[in-house]
């Protein structure tokens, strides 16, 4: 395979600041989105909405200066992705291949479902069912997501990202201990799910990087 360098960043790709508006409504908190789950224990959650805002404690602190390192490491990469690297193959071949742009296309519907998996433990709803199978969605998603653009896919990203950081500012603090099952089977608590959003993030924008170099990713 021929090596290739890094793409250059295209000096009009600017890092939208993580703490734009959100938008009205939350990726992930439809059915759409997030995966079904089971149901969960009675416990704090969201603030009532006549609360004043208390300052982050340093808990809640260190997970948004997580989930905000993760998006400003990645996001100039997704975001000045060329047609040509987009076209660039990951891991896999035939029909199982994953070029650079699916890995995209999953990491917008991994951040939706990873968000919808927190709303609905929050809620005291169930995150997934206990027979999901996390490696079909993931197939069948990508296979949904083929067509659409790449500035719709980093948007859903990005709205995600943002997304996460108002439900992490409105939540109490004792919240962050509640316990769901991840769509891989793990159980983790709120926290886990928060950080497990930004290392998913992280891991895949380090395979693209690794497959544009010319030594592919991490299957």
Do not use: C
Not at 23 to 29: E, I, S, T
Not at 184 to 194: Q, R
Request: charged fraction near 30%; glycine fraction near 10%; hydrophobic fraction near 35%.
């Amino acid at each position: 395979m021929v090596r290739r360098r890094r793409p250059a960043l295209h000096p009009q790709v600017a890092l939208p600041p993580s703490d734009d508006p959100p938008a009205r409504r939350p990726p992930g908190g439809g059915d759409r989105f997030a995966r079904p789950a089971q149901p969960g224990r009675g416990a704090p959650g969201r603030r009532s909405p006549g609360r004043r805002r208390a300052m982050m404690s340093q808990r809640k602190q260190s997970i948004a200066d997580h989930l905000r390192s993760a998006h400003e490491a990645t996001w100039p990469v997704l975001a000045s992705l060329t047609e040509s690297d987009r076209q660039q193959p990951v891991y896999g071949e035939g029909e199982g291949e994953w070029k650079v742009t699916d890995l995209v296309a999953h990491l917008a519907d991994a951040e939706k479902g990873l968000l919808g998996q927190v709303q609905r433990l929050l809620a005291g709803k169930m995150t997934v069912p206990d027979d999901f199978d996390l490696n079909r969605w993931n197939r069948s998603a990508v296979r949904r997501n083929r067509g659409r653009s790449h500035e719709e896919l980093v948007a859903e990203i990005r709205t995600a990202h943002l997304e996460a950081l108002r439900t992490l500012e409105q939540i109490d603090e004792a919240a962050l201990g509640l316990r769901g099952r991840h769509s891989s089977g793990e159980i983790l608590t709120v926290e886990g799910f928060f950080r497990r959003m930004a290392d998913h993030r992280r891991e895949h924008t380090r395979d693209i990087e690794r497959a544009l170099s010319g030594r592919g990713g991490r299957a």
